[in-house]
Protein backbone atom coordinates (compact mmCIF):
# COMPACT_ATOMS: atom_id res chain seq x y z
CA UNK A 1 0.00 0.00 0.00
CA UNK A 2 1.30 3.64 -0.90
CA UNK A 3 2.68 6.16 1.87
CA UNK A 4 -0.34 8.35 1.09
CA UNK A 5 -2.93 5.96 1.65
CA UNK A 6 -1.78 4.33 4.73
CA UNK A 7 -1.30 7.91 6.45
CA UNK A 8 -4.85 8.27 4.87
CA UNK A 9 -6.20 5.06 7.20
CA UNK A 10 -4.49 6.10 10.09
CA UNK A 11 -5.95 9.53 9.87
CA UNK A 12 -9.46 7.95 9.59
CA UNK A 13 -8.52 5.62 11.94
CA UNK A 14 -7.57 8.17 14.52
CA UNK A 15 -10.36 10.33 14.16
CA UNK A 16 -13.28 7.61 14.65
CA UNK A 17 -11.06 7.14 18.13
CA UNK A 18 -11.53 10.36 18.65
CA UNK A 19 -15.61 10.72 17.81
CA UNK A 20 -15.99 7.32 19.93
CA UNK A 21 -14.50 9.14 23.12
CA UNK A 22 -16.24 12.64 22.27
CA UNK A 23 -19.53 10.46 22.61
CA UNK A 24 -18.62 8.35 25.49
CA UNK A 25 -18.31 11.63 27.44
CA UNK A 26 -21.24 13.03 26.23
CA UNK A 27 -23.20 10.25 26.71
CA UNK A 28 -24.05 7.43 25.11
CA UNK A 29 -28.06 6.25 24.06
CA UNK A 30 -28.73 6.60 20.98
CA UNK A 31 -32.47 7.35 20.34
CA UNK A 32 -35.02 6.11 17.42
CA UNK A 33 -34.42 8.45 14.83
CA UNK A 34 -30.65 9.78 15.83
CA UNK A 35 -27.80 9.43 13.35
CA UNK A 36 -25.36 6.82 15.01
CA UNK A 37 -21.65 7.74 16.15
CA UNK A 38 -19.51 7.09 12.98
CA UNK A 39 -16.75 4.66 13.77
CA UNK A 40 -13.77 3.14 11.25
CA UNK A 41 -13.12 -0.16 12.14
CA UNK A 42 -11.31 -2.85 10.42
CA UNK A 43 -13.12 -5.73 8.58
CA UNK A 44 -11.03 -9.16 9.31
CA UNK A 45 -12.64 -11.32 7.63
CA UNK A 46 -10.39 -12.62 5.18
CA UNK A 47 -13.20 -13.69 2.45
CA UNK A 48 -15.30 -10.45 2.75
CA UNK A 49 -15.21 -8.04 -0.34
CA UNK A 50 -14.02 -4.86 1.86
CA UNK A 51 -11.07 -7.62 3.93
CA UNK A 52 -8.26 -5.49 5.56
CA UNK A 53 -9.98 -1.85 4.93
CA UNK A 54 -11.46 0.46 7.88
CA UNK A 55 -15.12 0.19 7.24
CA UNK A 56 -17.32 3.37 8.28
CA UNK A 57 -21.42 3.34 8.63
CA UNK A 58 -21.27 6.69 6.35
CA UNK A 59 -19.61 3.84 4.11
CA UNK A 60 -23.31 2.90 3.59
CA UNK A 61 -25.20 6.88 3.70
CA UNK A 62 -27.82 6.41 0.84
CA UNK A 63 -28.71 2.44 1.69
CA UNK A 64 -29.92 0.59 4.34
CA UNK A 65 -27.74 -0.84 6.68
CA UNK A 66 -27.92 -3.51 9.51
CA UNK A 67 -25.02 -3.86 12.00
CA UNK A 68 -25.10 -6.98 14.21
CA UNK A 69 -23.38 -6.71 17.76
CA UNK A 70 -21.48 -10.41 18.60
CA UNK A 71 -18.91 -12.16 20.73
CA UNK A 72 -16.95 -14.23 18.39
CA UNK A 73 -16.05 -17.78 20.26
CA UNK A 74 -19.19 -18.61 20.82
CA UNK A 75 -21.27 -21.69 18.90
CA UNK A 76 -24.41 -18.78 19.51
CA UNK A 77 -22.52 -15.85 17.83
CA UNK A 78 -21.19 -18.25 14.63
CA UNK A 79 -25.14 -19.46 14.33
CA UNK A 80 -26.30 -15.61 14.18
CA UNK A 81 -23.76 -14.63 11.83
CA UNK A 82 -24.02 -18.17 9.72
CA UNK A 83 -27.94 -16.85 9.49
CA UNK A 84 -27.32 -13.14 8.83
CA UNK A 85 -24.84 -14.38 6.23
CA UNK A 86 -27.43 -16.05 4.77
CA UNK A 87 -30.40 -13.54 4.57
CA UNK A 88 -27.73 -11.46 3.09
CA UNK A 89 -27.47 -13.80 0.16
CA UNK A 90 -31.39 -13.84 -0.34
CA UNK A 91 -31.47 -10.04 -0.52
CA UNK A 92 -28.91 -9.99 -3.24
CA UNK A 93 -30.25 -12.65 -5.36
CA UNK A 94 -33.78 -11.87 -4.52
CA UNK A 95 -33.92 -8.06 -4.12
CA UNK A 96 -30.93 -6.46 -5.38
CA UNK A 97 -32.91 -3.48 -6.02
CA UNK A 98 -32.85 -2.93 -2.45
CA UNK A 99 -29.50 -2.53 -2.05
CA UNK A 100 -29.06 -3.83 1.92
CA UNK A 101 -25.94 -4.06 3.66
CA UNK A 102 -25.68 -6.39 6.71
CA UNK A 103 -22.17 -6.29 9.17
CA UNK A 104 -21.37 -7.73 11.89
CA UNK A 105 -19.20 -5.94 14.74
CA UNK A 106 -16.99 -8.06 17.11
CA UNK A 107 -16.65 -7.05 21.14
CA UNK A 108 -13.56 -6.26 22.26
CA UNK A 109 -11.51 -8.85 23.75
CA UNK A 110 -12.62 -11.60 21.13
CA UNK A 111 -10.72 -11.54 18.36
CA UNK A 112 -9.52 -14.96 18.97
CA UNK A 113 -12.50 -16.61 17.56
CA UNK A 114 -13.42 -14.33 14.43
CA UNK A 115 -11.85 -16.91 12.20
CA UNK A 116 -14.09 -19.76 13.40
CA UNK A 117 -17.42 -17.18 13.41
CA UNK A 118 -16.40 -15.72 9.92
CA UNK A 119 -15.41 -19.30 8.24
CA UNK A 120 -17.67 -19.77 4.78
CA UNK A 121 -19.57 -16.31 5.64
CA UNK A 122 -18.67 -13.23 3.57
CA UNK A 123 -20.30 -10.42 5.31
CA UNK A 124 -17.86 -8.08 6.72
CA UNK A 125 -16.83 -8.31 10.45
CA UNK A 126 -15.39 -5.48 12.05
CA UNK A 127 -13.39 -5.49 15.16
CA UNK A 128 -14.17 -3.45 17.73
CA UNK A 129 -11.55 -1.92 19.85
CA UNK A 130 -10.96 -0.52 23.72
CA UNK A 131 -9.44 2.69 22.42
CA UNK A 132 -9.61 5.23 25.86
CA UNK A 133 -8.80 2.13 27.76
CA UNK A 134 -11.45 1.89 30.04
CA UNK A 135 -12.41 -2.07 29.51
CA UNK A 136 -15.21 -1.50 27.40
CA UNK A 137 -15.66 -2.07 23.80
CA UNK A 138 -15.90 1.79 22.29
CA UNK A 139 -18.64 1.37 19.73
CA UNK A 140 -21.01 -1.12 21.40
CA UNK A 141 -20.86 1.98 24.21
CA UNK A 142 -21.07 4.77 21.73
CA UNK A 143 -23.89 2.96 20.10
CA UNK A 144 -25.62 1.73 23.71
CA UNK A 145 -25.82 -1.60 21.88
CA UNK A 146 -26.24 -5.48 23.82
CA UNK A 147 -24.78 -8.80 22.83
CA UNK A 148 -26.73 -9.94 20.06
CA UNK A 149 -28.76 -6.74 19.22
CA UNK A 150 -29.08 -5.99 15.55
CA UNK A 151 -29.27 -2.30 14.65
CA UNK A 152 -30.93 -1.28 11.62
CA UNK A 153 -30.04 2.12 10.00
CA UNK A 154 -31.77 4.27 7.12
CA UNK A 155 -29.94 5.79 4.14
CA UNK A 156 -29.27 8.72 6.84
CA UNK A 157 -27.33 6.55 9.04
CA UNK A 158 -30.48 7.23 11.22
CA UNK A 159 -31.38 4.58 13.82
CA UNK A 160 -34.78 2.89 13.36
CA UNK A 161 -34.60 0.21 15.22
CA UNK A 162 -33.02 -2.57 17.48
CA UNK A 163 -34.04 -5.71 16.37
CA UNK A 164 -32.59 -8.26 19.64
CA UNK A 165 -31.53 -11.94 18.08
CA UNK A 166 -31.77 -12.91 21.86
CA UNK A 167 -35.37 -12.34 21.73
CA UNK A 168 -35.96 -13.09 18.44
CA UNK A 169 -33.37 -16.09 17.43
CA UNK A 170 -32.98 -16.21 13.85
CA UNK A 171 -33.50 -20.19 13.81
CA UNK A 172 -36.80 -19.77 14.22
CA UNK A 173 -38.26 -18.75 10.74
CA UNK A 174 -40.88 -16.84 12.07
CA UNK A 175 -38.04 -14.24 13.18
CA UNK A 176 -35.40 -14.50 10.09
CA UNK A 177 -38.64 -13.67 7.89
CA UNK A 178 -39.63 -10.53 10.63
CA UNK A 179 -36.16 -9.31 10.17
CA UNK A 180 -35.96 -9.50 6.05
CA UNK A 181 -39.50 -8.10 6.36
CA UNK A 182 -37.98 -5.44 8.46
CA UNK A 183 -35.41 -4.52 6.32
CA UNK A 184 -37.01 -4.96 2.93
CA UNK A 185 -39.65 -2.31 4.47
CA UNK A 186 -36.96 -0.38 5.54
CA UNK A 187 -35.74 -0.19 1.90
CA UNK A 188 -38.73 0.95 0.16
CA UNK A 189 -39.36 4.42 0.24
CA UNK A 190 -42.74 5.14 -0.88
CA UNK A 191 -43.09 7.55 -4.02
CA UNK A 192 -43.96 11.12 -2.83
CA UNK A 193 -47.49 11.83 -3.91
CA UNK A 194 -46.20 15.42 -5.32
CA UNK A 195 -44.10 13.08 -7.85
CA UNK A 196 -47.44 11.25 -9.21
CA UNK A 197 -48.94 14.54 -9.33
CA UNK A 198 -46.40 15.93 -11.09
CA UNK A 199 -46.17 12.80 -13.68
CA UNK A 200 -50.11 12.68 -14.42
CA UNK A 201 -50.00 16.29 -14.89
CA UNK A 202 -47.48 16.08 -17.31
CA UNK A 203 -48.96 13.51 -19.35
CA UNK A 204 -52.15 15.60 -19.29
CA UNK A 205 -50.24 18.28 -20.48
CA UNK A 206 -48.93 16.13 -23.67
CA UNK A 207 -51.95 14.65 -24.86
CA UNK A 208 -53.65 18.00 -24.65
CA UNK A 209 -50.82 19.59 -27.15
CA UNK A 210 -51.47 16.16 -28.93
CA UNK A 211 -55.02 16.80 -29.35
CA UNK A 212 -54.15 20.59 -30.20
CA UNK A 213 -51.78 19.16 -32.96
CA UNK A 214 -54.34 17.08 -34.52
CA UNK A 215 -57.32 19.64 -35.24
Request: proline share 4%; with cysteine.
Amino acid sequence: MCLPCKNYLRLRSLAAELVAISVLVAGSSVATGEMVPDFALQDVNSISATYGQLVSPRDYLQQVSAWYFGQAGGGTCRTDVGYLDQMQRDLDANDPEADIRILGVNRAGYESGSSAVTAGRDIPWLQDVDGNHDGFSDVWTSWDVQYRDLVILNGENEKLETFSLVVYDLRNPDSYDALRKKLIAAATVPEPAGVTLLAAGAAGLFICRRRNRDR
